[in-house]
């Protein structure tokens, strides 16, 4: 179960992270053709962000707290990248949200895009070198 809830806590510390440095920061954008919202700056936030609790969780647990922070360094980026696969999906698609659901986000998906590609990272890490956590 703490492997799941430390990828969990990841994928949402990237997420928030991200939104709240690139909204304070702004500066050049990410991937303008796909999520004109998104910046360079929100990405290094969302990257901290998962770094920073990655580490905390794995420290609380016992777990080796360099590895994990290396690791949520990098599921942060593919968080980041599922994150942007969606938004291209609906800009394909010519939708602005994947649904009505979750008043006031962009719908359900958007909760889960990011662990939509962080998962199978994640999974293929623990297969290849091992636990993080737990």
Not at 30 to 53: D, N, Q, R
Not at 57 to 75: K, N
Not at 103 to 128: I, N, Q
Request: aromatic residues 8%; proline residues 5%; positive net charge.
């Amino acid at each position: 179960l703490l492997p799941l809830l430390w990828l969990l806590f990841v994928v949402w510390a990237t997420d928030i992270a991200a939104y709240f440095v690139g909204r304070g920061i702004g500066g050049p954008r990410l991937a303008p053709g796909i999520s004109p919202g998104k910046t360079w700056a929100g990405l290094a936030g969302g990257m901290l962000g998962a770094a920073v609790v990655g580490g905390a969780v794995a420290a609380a647990s016992g777990g080796p707290a360099g590895l994990a922070v290396m690791v949520a360094l990098v599921l942060a980026v593919v968080a980041q990248a599922g994150d942007l696969f969606e938004s291209f999906l609906k800009r394909r698609a010519g939708l602005k949200d994947s649904g009505t659901l979750i008043p006031g986000h962009g719908g359900v998906l958007d909760r889960l895009d990011g662990l939509l590609f962080a998962a199978p990272a994640y999974a293929l890490l623990v297969a290849v070198g091992g636990r993080v956590v737990g």
